[in-house]
């Protein structure tokens, strides 16, 4: 088992940068692909970015493509979200995911997730 643990959202301006942290317990971390997701109150949850256990592959949304980074410290057991440049349809809560295989994680069939943090980014 693995469980997951967001921080780091909040308020901020548009054009403002926020880093999400997910920290991760229960069994080895390195060896699991991460990803985020993000969903809004009545839409379906939505891919973001993935990263595999070696940090060596990474995959993002094209709506985020340029904007944040995904990262990862297996030493720390906890995966990064930076987020520049935001703007106001980037608010939702985000989700951290983890799962063997990074084509999982992609296409949001983890087998773990967190309880996600809130993101808000004002006009």
């Known amino acids: 088992q693995v469980q997951l643990v967001e921080s780091g959202g909040g308020l901020v301006q548009a054009g403002g940068s926020l880093r999400l942290s997910c920290a991760a317990s229960g069994r080895t971390f390195g060896i699991y692909a991460m990803g985020w997701f993000r969903q809004t109150s009545g839409k379906e949850r939505e891919f973001v970015a993935a990263?595999?256990?070696?940090?060596?592959?990474?995959d993002y949304a094209d709506s985020v493509k340029g904007r944040f980074t995904i990262s990862r410290d297996n030493a720390k057991n906890t995966v990064y979200l930076q987020m520049n440049s935001l703007k106001p349809e980037d608010t939702a809560v985000y989700l951290c995911?983890?799962?063997?295989?990074?084509?999982?994680?992609?296409?949001?069939?983890?087998?773990?997730w967190g309880q996600g943090t809130q993101v808000t980014v004002s006009s």
């Open positions: 995911a983890a799962d063997w295989a990074i084509a999982t994680v992609i296409k949001g069939e983890s087998a773990y």
């Open positions: 990263i595999s256990w070696s940090g060596g592959s990474l």
